[in-house]
């Protein structure tokens, strides 16, 4: 068994997080994702207690006042927030927690857990980003104005991430993502 480690996966809305996290679980074993609360609305195909734990505006404020979340932010008009009770249970169990969480997130979670990797995943361009946005054809056109304002402020800090990788090709990227992952992990084994 490993030891327990902690992966911060950040970068702009529409950068292929997700799937390549979905792939990283596929083929690490001991990986595990946190389930974030978010108080933003359900996009068509998202499930309760699947793809995020939705809350009102009221029960967010109550997992915050009662320090229930490891660290949280505002995106883009929503909150969004890691539950601290399960990441520390998995780290407790020796797995690689992954969170996929934005940046301001991302340097809550390395002041409190600076032992924690941080890992950027950037887009080929703004133009690719914005094409996947308007691709998935959920989102007005407002809320993609507003992601594309947030995602430059993104980049504009992933030189602060101890590791960037371009996902321009979704096998490369995760091989890299997966190669990264093992290498922290035998390290902190070692
Ligand atoms: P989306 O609305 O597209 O699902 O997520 C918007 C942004 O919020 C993404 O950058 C995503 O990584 C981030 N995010 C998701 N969950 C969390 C969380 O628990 N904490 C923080 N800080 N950001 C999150």
Redesign the pocket.
């Known amino acids: 068994m490993r030891h327990g480690n902690l992966f911060v996966i950040?970068g702009?809305?529409g950068a292929g997080?997700g799937t390549l996290v979905a792939r990283l679980l596929q083929e690490v074993p001991d990986a595990w994702v946190s389930r974030?609360?978010?108080t933003?609305a359900p996009r068509g195909g998202e499930v309760d207690g699947v793809h995020y734990q939705f809350a009102s505006d009221e029960e967010f404020q109550n997992l915050v006042d009662h320090e229930g979340l490891l660290?949280?932010?505002t995106?883009?008009g929503?909150r969004?927030?890691?539950p601290r009770a399960t990441v520390e249970e998995h780290m407790a169990h020796g797995e690689q927690v992954v969170?996929?969480?934005?940046v301001?997130?991302a340097f809550q979670v390395r002041d409190k857990m600076p032992a924690a990797h941080l890992v950027f995943v950037e887009p080929p361009s703004l133009e690719v980003l914005e094409e996947r946005l308007r691709g998935r054809g959920t989102e007005t056109d407002e809320v993609i104005a507003k992601r594309m304002d947030a995602a430059a402020v993104e980049l504009s800090h992933k030189m602060e991430y101890d590791m960037r990788l371009v996902n321009d090709n979704l096998d490369e990227a995760t091989a890299e993502l997966v190669r990264y992952v093992n290498e922290q992990a035998e390290e902190a084994r070692g």
């Open positions: 950040s702009p809305s997080k974030s609360v978010t933003r660290e949280w932010a995106y883009a929503n969004y927030g890691t969170l996929e969480i934005d301001q997130g």
